[in-house]
Every structure is written in structure tokens, then in C-alpha cells.
């Protein structure tokens, strides 16, 4: 075989790769939570367009119209044609296996932080998967215009996303989805070293089956009265950010959450809890009548 002829075929792996790497784009969600100005949503969609992003969801958009937005962000029919209208964040991210939050500050409670370019590989290799029909898609979460994402919402998040700036930290909208969508774009430009094969059997847990999980665990510990002075919301909070980093899959969360069912199973059954009913309501009733197993 020639020079020429070896060029050629390496050239046609290359672009065989970044083709693959293109397509895993049909697996990344943009998901905007509580839009205020439809202009924004405009933005989003031309910046979406741009760089090869194409589902959007939108959380109850203060303002929806497709006909208004298509006039400031021309050529994008196709991306607003499959625009999904929801009424809460579990309702949009439900069915995905990896949601990033973004937010332009560092918040108290301690989460796992990264920046646009360090996570854009992780993001377009869990997308070829949901391609691949081994998860579901990665969701890129964006916050309203003068709040940006609340700590509940975080809460539902694997991963928060810091847009480096200057001292002024505050994006537009859109300026925030374009620079995600930016890096997702260049690292599937560069993909011709191809993606990870599956590391494990099982797909990766759902936020709904995580959200089952948390649920169990926080009954499992008021049933053996964990929380005593303790502030719930702030352990929970600690829990969900263990098990985010440990990054279960569907098996290994519906494992955990098991456990913490059997738990309430068993001292319903000894008797430290009556046969129905919430283990909470019961541990946080008059300590004197509550007999601890």
C-alpha cells in the first residue's frame, strides 16, 4: 500500500471517529429551569445550534413562543421544534443518567466542582453511551437569570460546573450554554481516539432511582434515630454527596437502597416502630412514648 493510499485510510478512521464523536451530541440535554425572558431561550437555542446540541427542556418558561423565538434565532426550527415543556425539575431530569449543574459561584455546602473544559470528555463519553443505548443522556442544568439554581435543585445534580471568569462572575444565559456547549463541541471535534468502552454491566442509576434512594435512606435513619440534634437537611445533604462521588450504578444504587428498606423492615418487625406509617413522623412524636429498638 502507498503513502498515499495509508494517508488516506488514516484519514478515514479520523474522521470516522469525530463522526461518532459528533453524533454522541443527540445525547446532551440542555435543560433551562424557570426562564424568565424568551430572548434568553432564543440565545440558547441559536448557541445550541452553533455547536451541534439539539433537545432542549425547558422547566416552566415564564414565556413560551416558538414562532417569537425562531425570529431572533433564524435557521433553528429544528432545534425549536423538539423543544420539551416541563412543570419540575424531577419531571426533566428524571430519565438522566448525568445532570451538571451550573452555577458562577463556589456554594457552602461542599459539592464536586469542575470547569467546562476538564469535564467536556467525561460529558461527550457518558453521552455516547446514552447514545449507545447504555444510559440515559446527560443533562446540562441551568438556572433563572437572577437566581441561577437553587441548593434543592444542586441537590439533583452529579456534578456542579464553574465557568471561570474575571472578579465579574455573572453570565448571560445564553453566554453560559454557548461556553458548555463550546467545549462539548471542540472535545468531539478532537475525539478521534474514540470513546471508553462500558466499565460495567449495569447502566448508570437514574436521578429517579437516586431520589428513591435518598428517600429510604432518610426514613432508614430516623428509624434508628440518626438525626437526634442533628440537622437533616444538612447530613442528607452530606449522603447525597457521598454517594454522587461514588457514582453507582443502577445496581449498585437499588443495592443501597435495599439495605435501607430492610432496615425499616426489621425494626418495624422487633417492634420499635408501628407496623405502618412514617418512621419520621413517629421519632420526631414525644420521645417518652417512642421505645427505641
Not at 26 to 46: F, H, K, M, P, S
Not at 51 to 67: A, K, Y
Not at 121 to 132: K, N, Q, T, Y
Request: one cysteine or more; glycine letters at 8%.
Amino acid at each position: 500500500m502507498s503513502e498515499t493510499d495509508d494517508g488516506r485510510t488514516e484519514q478515514a478512521a479520523e474522521e470516522a471517529a469525530q463522526g461518532a464523536a459528533r453524533a454522541a451530541l443527540e445525547g446532551v440535554v440542555v435543560v433551562l429551569w424557570q426562564t424568565q425572558d424568551y430572548v434568553n431561550i432564543a440565545g440558547t437555542v441559536r448557541a445550541m445550534k452553533n455547536f451541534g446540541l439539539s433537545r432542549l427542556r425547558l422547566i416552566q418558561p415564564v414565556e413560551w413562543d416558538p414562532w417569537r423565538i425562531q425570529g431572533i434565532a433564524h435557521g433553528t426550527a429544528d432545534v425549536v421544534e423538539r423543544v420539551e415543556i416541563h412543570d419540575s425539575l424531577l419531571s426533566a431530569l428524571g430519565d438522566c443518567a448525568y445532570v451538571v449543574g451550573m452555577t458562577a459561584r463556589a456554594r457552602r455546602a461542599k459539592r464536586a466542582v469542575a470547569r467546562p473544559r476538564s469535564l467536556a470528555p467525561e460529558l461527550l463519553g457518558r453521552a455516547a453511551d446514552a447514545v449507545a443505548g447504555q444510559a440515559g443522556p446527560v443533562a446540562l442544568l441551568f438556572g433563572r437569570e437572577d437566581h441561577g439554581l437553587s441548593n434543592e435543585a444542586l441537590d439533583l445534580c452529579h456534578r456542579t460546573c464553574i465557568i471561570p471568569t474575571s472578579e465579574h462572575s455573572s453570565l448571560n444565559l445564553a453566554q453560559a450554554v454557548l461556553v458548555m456547549a463550546y467545549e462539548v463541541w471542540m472535545e468531539a471535534q478532537g475525539g478521534a481516539q474514540g470513546f471508553r468502552p462500558p466499565r460495567r454491566e449495569a447502566p448508570p442509576a437514574r436521578v429517579e432511582l437516586l431520589e428513591k434512594l435518598f428517600q429510604d435512606a432518610e426514613a432508614a435513619l430516623w428509624t434508628i434515630d440518626f438525626f437526634k440534634s442533628r440537622q437533616t437537611e444538612s447530613v442528607m445533604r452530606t449522603l447525597r454527596e457521598i454517594v454522587r462521588r461514588a457514582d453507582p450504578d443502577a445496581r449498585e444504587a437499588g443495592f443501597l437502597r435495599a439495605m435501607a428498606i430492610e432496615v425499616v423492615k426489621y425494626v418495624r418487625r422487633i417492634g420499635g416502630l408501628p407496623p405502618e406509617g412514617d418512621p419520621r413522623d413517629f421519632r420526631q412524636a414525644d420521645p417518652a412514648q417512642n421505645p427505641r429498638p
